[in-house]
């Protein structure tokens, strides 16, 4: 009940003061500014440990494909038959995210490597997930395949026979090393990597691509600017380390891990330019031959 003084009484009689109103704005003006420092700060934690699953992922796939060398004389399997069979992932876009096709559902698909992998979660990324769910049906508008992600990483076409059926003389194509023992530098040389599903355009609206092909198979084919096809090809991916803004989605960094099975960061970016030629880092990662891969007049695969 209230006194005649403006306080307020208990049952038991005692006299008690409520909160005035500037108390009450001031305590929540303090719980307001003690959210805005936690907030973020749990924000980034738990996109840290996504980072840290990522790589842990990643490094499990690199160290399973070794392990496939260590059984097979150290000759690659190829970009386009790893994980699945070769046929079964073809050049068409979106069978990332279709289920039907996974080993995991249909086992008939599974390639060599498959074998090798305990659990198919380690060929996904956390944050590739929540990224594609958050912007990839705006980015591809055309793609109409639900999004249950199978696979985020895709590997270096330059190891291995990338198509056994691509025949030159008779004999299936090999762009650029068969077995790791030919790799010049195997710490500086990409083995897999998150692939980009967008083209990258630096800056966006400028016309200024890193890439002209996006995620679809497993097959990371990142072009030297002599290539008759064209000088562009796959690209890192640029996930990490953006805002969940669209109009930022090319300013992140994508993981790589190298053919001694080390995980890193990477930008994909213009790495250099030589001669009046633009080699991206996507190209000059993936190239397994160190006397080659600056060479400015010729195609070198």
């Known amino acids: 009940m209230k006194t005649d003084t403006g306080t ?15 108390e009450l704005l001031v305590v929540i003006a303090i719980i307001a500014m003690l959210l805005a420092i936690v907030v973020p700060s749990l924000a980034r934690a738990k996109e840290a440990a996504k980072n840290l699953i990522c790589k842990s992922n990643l490094k499990s796939l690199g160290a399973a494909s070794l392990a496939y060398l260590g059984d097979n004389d150290g000759k690659f399997t ?15 876009s979106c069978q990332w995210h279709t289920k039907s096709l ?6 008939a698909n599974a390639g060599p490597l498959w074998g090798y992998i305990n659990d198919p979660k380690v060929l996904l990324c956390p944050t590739f997930v929540s990224i594609q769910k958050l ?19 895709s590997q270096n076409a330059f190891l291995g026979i ?20 030919e790799v010049s530098n195997p710490s500086q040389t990409l083995f897999w990597t998150e692939e980009t599903t ?40 640029t996930y ?9 989605r090319n300013d992140g960094r994508g993981d790589v891990v190298f ?8 930008k994909s970016d213009v790495y250099s330019t030589v001669g009046g030629l633009r080699f991206t880092t996507s190209f000059v990662l993936a190239w397994p031959k160190a006397s080659s891969k600056f060479v400015t007049t010729r195609c070198p695969y």
């Open 102 to 107: 996974s080993p995991w559902n249909t086992p």
């Open 259 to 266: 053919l001694d099975g080390h995980v890193e960061f990477e």
């Open 8 to 22: 307020t009484k208990s049952r038991n009689g005692k006299a008690y003061q409520g909160f005035t109103l500037i």
């Open 162 to 181: 990338p198509i056994t059926t691509n025949l030159v003389n008779g004999v299936p194509k090999v762009y650029g090393v068969l077995r790791i023992t």
């Open 135 to 153: 912007w990839h049906y705006q980015l591809v508008p055309t793609c109409k395949i639900p999004m249950e992600p199978q696979y985020a990483f």
């Open 78 to 92: 190829g970009s386009m038959w790893n994980i699945y069979k070769e046929g079964v992932i073809s050049t068409g």
């Open 240 to 248: 990490h380390g953006i805002p969940t803004a669209v109009e930022r």
């Open 198 to 237: 967008w083209q990258i355009e630096k800056p966006i609206g400028s016309g200024n691509f890193l890439n002209s092909a996006v995620l679809n198979d497993t097959n990371f084919m990142a072009r030297h600017p002599k290539d008759p096809f064209g000088s562009l090809g796959d690209a890192i991916a």
